[in-house]
């Protein structure tokens, strides 16, 4: 089966890589990727850890990165199946 010319395993294989990644985020990170999970906005993320709206957006562009993620749904990915397969949280 594929998903827009990807193999499946493939796409699946990415988001177990990057949910394995999450363990080497420091908490704050790793607290961030939980909330951008949630569907915090940047705006929303600085409100709710009491940083501004620029630091907030630092952190979401340091999860994307440590992550090698390209978008903040395979953020959200990463941290459910990370939850569900007992690597955080």
């Known amino acids: 089966m594929s998903h827009g010319g990807l193999p499946l395993d493939g796409i699946v294989a990415g988001h177990r890589a990057r949910a ?3 363990i080497r985020l420091s908490p ?3 607290e961030v990727a939980e909330l951008v999970a949630g569907g915090l906005s940047d705006p929303e993320i600085a409100v ?3 940083i ?3 630091t907030a957006r630092a952190h979401v562009a340091d999860v994307l990165r440590h992550l090698e993620a ?3 749904v395979e953020i959200a990915c990463a941290v459910v199946l990370a939850q569900v ?4 949280g």
């Open 48 to 50: 709710r850890l009491f």
């Open 85 to 88: 397969s007992g690597f955080f």
């Open 70 to 72: 390209t978008s903040r």
């Open 20 to 22: 394995r990644r999450l």
């Open 52 to 54: 501004s709206p620029r």
């Open 28 to 30: 704050r990170q790793r």
